[in-house]
Every structure is written in C-alpha cells, then in structure tokens.
Antibody, heavy 119, light 112 residues
Framework: EVQLVEFGGGLVQPGESLRLSCAVSGITFRNTYGMHWVRQAPGKGLEWVAFKTISGDKIYYADSVRGRFTISTDNARNSVFLQMNSLRAEDTAVYYC???????????WGKGTTVTVSS | DIVVTQSPNSLAVSLGERATINCWSSQSVLYSGDKKNYFAWFQQKPGQPPKLLISWASTRESGVPDRFSGSGSGTDFTLTINSLQAEDVAVYYCQQYYSAPYIFGQGTKVEI
C-alpha cells in the first residue's frame, strides 16, 4: 500500500523559512512519475503549489509561490521536499504531498502538515 | 492558465436521492494525442485529505462505489452521486490536470 507522510510544519514568523518533507513508502520511488504539493488554507479550497517529475525534467510552480518555494526529491530517501522561503501570512495552510501516477494525476495523498505564518 | 469553475457551492440532498455537481474549464482539457480528458473529481471529508474518486473524467478509482459517476468532455463535466448515502457527506472538488497550474474548482459541500 502506498503511504505518504508529511512533516516539518510549524509556526513561523513572516519572512522566515521552513522545509517540509514527505516520506513515500510502499512503492519504488524512482518508478513514480512525479510528486506534487497542494495546500489548503483554513476553511478554504485546494490550491496546487508545485510539481516535480522524479527524473527532474519537469518542475512547475504556482505563481503565488514561484521564486520563494523550491520542490526537490531524494530518490535514495524516497522523499520529496518543499523549501519555503520568505513566508507570508497567506502561506498559512495545511500542506499535502500527493503522488503523480502519470499524466499529472494525483492519486495518493498524505494526511498533511500544518504551516502557520504569524507574528 | 486553465481555470475551473464549479457549481453549486453547496447542495442539500435527501438520503437516497441524486446529487449533481457541475464543472467547467476555461479551455478544453481533451488531449487530441490520447483522446483523454485530463479531469478529475476528489472527495474530502472533514479532517481528512482529498481522495481521488474519478480520473479521466469518467473512470472510477478502485473501491469507489458505483453510485459515483463522472461524465462530460472538453470543457463541461459532471459528477453524479446516485442514491446519496450518509457517508457521502463531504466537499467535492473537480480539477484539471491537463496543464500547470493544475487548478481545482472551488468545491461543493454536499449535505443531507
């Protein structure tokens, strides 16, 4: 069974940085097409944040985070990361990682980790 | 960007009745190369992550009850829940995965 577990969330002040991790188990990571990060602000809908193929040939970001967030993967550790810099109050959300089955389809999701940006 | 618009925002349905949710994309998500619609439906229950219900506009995921069905092509899509059950109370999101940014609809809250 494929499982995704996110961690690294927390409370930070505006302008600070945070690195989220997502550990993937139950599959051979390098056979996965890619990984996504999706976030959900309190009481709001889903917002796609970033995507990276495992091969690294495609990396995409939402306009709201481009230049501040960086998605990366570590095949040896079966993990995907989201480095978040220059955090803003509007980045406050539950952050989910999701596996891309292929064709950009997000088929398995983690339970999420909460990021709160507040002074 | 391919924007997705979802309607209604909320829906109250009696047990055993049908729920219908509509979504529209600002551009066609039907890829001519493989004749597939890059459109999905997700269910999110309170305190849980989203769950993929339907991919390619009409393909039910394994384990999803057959009362859930997706239809449509191009820019117009529909999720139908036949014979609504109590466990179907959730927020439902549509999404285009044709091209980045992979935008979700605003969500439809389905209540009894």
């Amino acid at each position: 069974e494929v499982q995704l577990v996110e961690f690294g969330g927390g409370l930070v002040q505006p302008g600070e940085s945070l690195r989220l991790s997502c550990a993937v188990s139950g599959i051979t990571f390098r056979n996965t097409y890619g990984m996504h990060w999706v976030r959900q602000a309190p009481g709001k809908g889903l917002e796609w944040v970033a995507f990276k193929t495992i091969s690294g040939d495609k990396i995409y970001y939402a306009d709201s985070v481009r230049g501040r967030f960086t998605i990366s993967t570590d095949n040896a550790r079966n993990s995907v990361f989201l480095q978040m810099n220059s955090l803003r109050a509007e980045d406050t959300a539950v952050y989910y990682c999701a596996r891309d089955r292929g064709g950009s389809l997000m088929d398995v999701w983690g339970k999420g980790t909460t990021v709160t940006v507040s002074s | 960007d391919i924007v997705v618009t979802q309607s209604p925002n909320s829906l109250a349905v009696s047990l055993g009745e049908r729920a219908t949710i509509n979504c529209w994309s600002s551009q066609s998500v039907l890829y001519s190369g493989d004749k597939k619609n890059y459109f999905a439906w997700f269910q999110q229950k309170p305190g849980q992550p989203p769950k993929l219900l339907i991919s390619w506009a009409s393909t039910r995921e394994s384990g999803v009850p057959d009362r859930f069905s997706g239809s449509g092509s191009g820019t117009d899509f529909t999720l139908t829940i036949n014979s609504l059950q109590a466990e179907d109370v959730a927020v439902y999101y549509c999404q285009q995965y044709y091209s980045a940014p992979y935008i979700f609809g605003q969500g439809t809250k389905v209540e009894i």
